[in-house]
């Protein structure tokens, strides 16, 4: 997969980095001298295009009409929906991913502008924040395709609701599916007539409202108030 980003900060210096190491084709296009000579020591040179990464001509001879996906990660949102437009309706790029700066402009980056996906830091940042709060000490491990599901993992407390019943009887919502029981070190793949025991390392797939409801069945009798 050939992965085309406009913007040499931090941010798309790092995604570079990482897409390289997957193998991935990467092309990072930056204008800003002091970035340029921190990029060419970070990745390898022909990674790295010099040019202004909204002007189509630039686009082109950068090779942008070869990319499966644009990351537009500039730290200028007026540019990042200029990318993303032209990267659809000039050069056909089949994915769109933009970098919103300012939380106040998350309404602009919507299809109207060709964005397919978005990364809003504010967004994310309260998001992680609330889910900490609601899931108690469940952990999530893995966010899956577009963020509806998540692979969550919890270790069962003594007195938790759930102990000695079997998973068949637990209620659970059809979106969260109980993927694995690790028990003594060992791991179980479970079945309906399961039944959970103190102790136990619970995987799961599913949803947030499904993690709600499992992290309410294996939470502790009772919780310290904090103060």
């Not at 913007?7 to 092309?27: H, S």
């Not at 709060?133 to 952990?139: A, E, I, K, Y």
């Not at 599913?206 to 904090?226: C, F, K, N, W, Y």
Request: charged share 25%.
């Amino acid at each position: 997969m050939y992965v085309f980003i406009a913007g040499g900060g931090r941010t798309g210096a790092q995604l570079a980095t990482q897409l390289l190491a997957q193998n991935y084709q990467v092309r990072l296009i930056e204008h800003r001298r002091e970035l340029l000579a921190r990029l060419h020591h970070e990745l390898p040179t022909e990674v790295i295009y010099e040019g202004q990464a909204t002007d189509p001509t630039v686009l082109k001879q950068a090779g942008l009409e070869k990319a499966n996906v644009l990351v537009a990660c500039s730290n200028d949102d007026a540019a990042n929906l200029v990318l993303c437009y032209l990267a659809r309706t000039m050069f056909k790029t089949r994915r769109t991913v933009a970098r919103i700066n300012n939380p106040r402009n998350a309404w602009l980056f919507d299809k109207n502008f060709h964005v397919d996906e978005t990364i809003n830091h504010a967004d994310v940042m309260a998001h992680l924040i609330q889910e900490e709060m609601s899931l108690g000490d469940m952990m999530t491990l893995l966010k899956l395709r577009r963020g509806r599901y998540s692979v969550v993992e919890e270790k069962v407390p003594p007195g938790a609701k759930a102990i000695g019943k079997e998973l068949r009887e637990l209620g659970l919502p059809d979106q969260c599916i109980i993927a694995a029981i690790i028990r003594h070190g060992q791991i179980t793949l479970p079945r309906g007539t399961t039944a959970l025991e103190a102790g136990d390392e619970v995987l799961a797939v599913t949803d947030s409202e499904g993690a709600q409801q499992l992290a309410i069945l294996l939470e502790p009798p009772s919780r310290p108030v904090l103060g």
